[in-house]
């Protein structure tokens, strides 16, 4: 009987010190799993303008935002430069666009045309002025369709976008084209203004999108 508890005893510490280094390689294992991810989230990569990937070459990084309700403007970032925003205070309520040389990436003009109170008439004089290989940047803030008539339309439809001929009142929308684009951008959001969705008290969510703008090579 001395003999078998004797046994029985070295079973048991042969038991017990498995167990325990088995328990041993399992926190370690979570300490490591814990310190990867814990390094992974604190340093997330990010590329030009907070770009969640970074562009091919011969590409410019952008990222853009709406406007949100009538609080706050509308953002446009390119190759990482903030060309508008409501800190640099060039935004305001109607269609926000900002005009940038296709071939260098330099920045032309930034604008705001009210297109509830205001006059369409001189948002129209500068997309007729706008030159062949321009890129255009465009954003809405509070409402950007109500004075938009059919030749403003047409004018921002021949720059690529799909969607303006159904612009309505207080939707939201963002867009990149360019002057002379022969086809339809794929670089263009939009959202309804519809009381059943809205996110706001009579306004839509914001729109944010980011992307990789071709240079113009001729």
């Avoid at 070459?57 to 508008?84: E, N, Q, T």
């Avoid at 990436?105 to 705001?112: R, S, V």
């Avoid at 360019?178 to 086809?183: L, N, S």
């Amino acid at each position: 009987m001395v003999r078998v508890g004797g046994i029985l005893k070295i079973a048991a510490l042969v038991f017990a010190f498995l167990l325990a280094v088995s328990l041993a390689f399992q926190l370690l294992e979570i300490n490591l799993d814990f310190n990867l991810n814990s390094v992974i989230s604190i340093k997330p990569l990010k590329y030009k303008c907070g770009m969640s990937k970074l562009c091919p070459a011969g590409h410019w990084a952008f990222k853009m935002a709406s406007g949100a309700a009538s609080v706050v403007g509308p953002r446009i970032c390119l190759d990482d430069k903030l060309l508008m925003s409501g800190v640099k205070n060039n935004v305001g309520r109607g269609i926000n666009i900002a005009l940038i040389n296709g071939k260098t990436g330099d920045l032309i003009n930034t604008a705001f045309f009210d297109m509830w109170g205001g006059d369409v008439a001189p948002f129209i004089k500068l997309v007729k002025e706008i030159e062949d290989g321009t890129i255009v940047m465009m954003a809405s803030f509070d409402d950007a369709a109500t004075k938009l008539n059919d030749e403003a339309r047409k004018l921002i439809a021949d720059l690529g976008s799909s969607i303006v001929s159904t612009l309505g009142f207080r939707d939201n929308w963002i867009f990149v084209g360019g002057k002379g684009i022969k086809t339809k951008s794929p670089f263009e959001q939009h959202i309804k203004n519809s009381a059943g969705t809205n996110k706001f008290e009579g306004w839509p969510e914001v729109l944010e999108m980011e992307g990789c703008v071709p240079q113009r090579q001729d």
